[in-house]
């Protein structure tokens, strides 16, 4: 017969070898010499041998069937609880604030200051954003997130000086004109 090296099929065969081993040598306490000598134990430690590695198998497939059990059950409820957990920290960060010293107790860093940009910052955002809308043009969803504008940007920023004063004007207004001699008669008419 073979030697089929499959954990599997090795359990099957240390079982075959067992029962042939009973069957073929009924006496438990005879002793067998194998291995070119270098091996002699009774029949009974041969059984016994080989019944461990059957354990073996059995012990190990029994553990993998529960391990793939547990590995169900924990992806069955882990969206659950890490809602619940993502909640409750929720929950820890609005009771306590800023406080360092309570976060570190519940194994949380404290919330990172917001980095603040500056108006250069902003407005070279700001003119990216509409170069890259410029550069889209009207294309489908996939065709846009492929394309990116590209601006070079330099921001010269003038301050702005305070309005000069108006000079008096020294021209008085200017009466109404007169009424032109068709409208006056158009009026006389009437």
Same mark, same amino acid.
């Given at each position: 017969? #073979?030697? +089929?090296? #499959?954990? *599997? ?6 079982g075959?070898?067992? &029962?042939?081993? =009973?069957? %073929? ?6 002793s067998?010499?194998? #291995?070119g #000598? ?6 009974? &430690? ?10 073996? %198998? ?5 553990? %993998? ?18 809602? @619940?957990?993502?909640? @409750?920290?929720?929950?820890? =960060?609005? $009771? @306590?604030?800023?406080?360092? +010293? ?10 990172? &200051?917001?980095?603040?940009?500056t ?10 954003r ?5 550069? =889209?043009?009207?294309? *489908?969803?996939?065709? =846009?997130?492929?394309?990116?504008? +590209? ?24 009466p109404?004109?007169?009424?032109? $001699?068709?409208?006056?008669?158009s009026? &006389?008419? $009437?």
């Amino acid at each position: 017969m #073979g030697k +089929n090296t #499959g954990r *599997g099929s090795r359990a099957v065969r240390a079982g075959q070898l067992a &029962a042939g081993a =009973r069957k %073929r040598f009924p006496n438990g306490s005879q002793s067998l010499t194998f #291995g070119g #000598g270098a091996i002699t134990v009774t029949v009974d &430690a041969v059984v016994a041998q080989l019944a461990k590695l059957i354990d073996l %198998r059995a012990a190990t497939t029994a553990a %993998r069937a529960t391990a793939r059990d547990k590995v169900q059950a924990e992806k069955a409820a882990t969206p659950d609880l890490v809602a @619940f957990m993502n909640a @409750f920290e929720a929950f820890v =960060r609005l $009771s @306590f604030g800023a406080d360092t +010293n309570a976060l570190a107790d519940f194994g949380l860093a404290p919330p990172k &200051a917001r980095a603040t940009k500056t108006t250069e910052q902003l407005a070279v955002a700001a003119a990216k954003r509409s170069a890259t809308r410029a550069a =889209r043009g009207t294309k *489908g969803p996939k065709a =846009r997130s492929a394309i990116h504008g +590209n601006v070079t940007a330099t921001l010269v920023v003038t301050p702005v000086a305070p309005p000069a004063p108006a000079a008096p004007t020294a021209t008085p207004a200017a009466p109404a004109p007169a009424p032109t $001699s068709a409208a006056a008669a158009s009026t &006389a008419k $009437s």
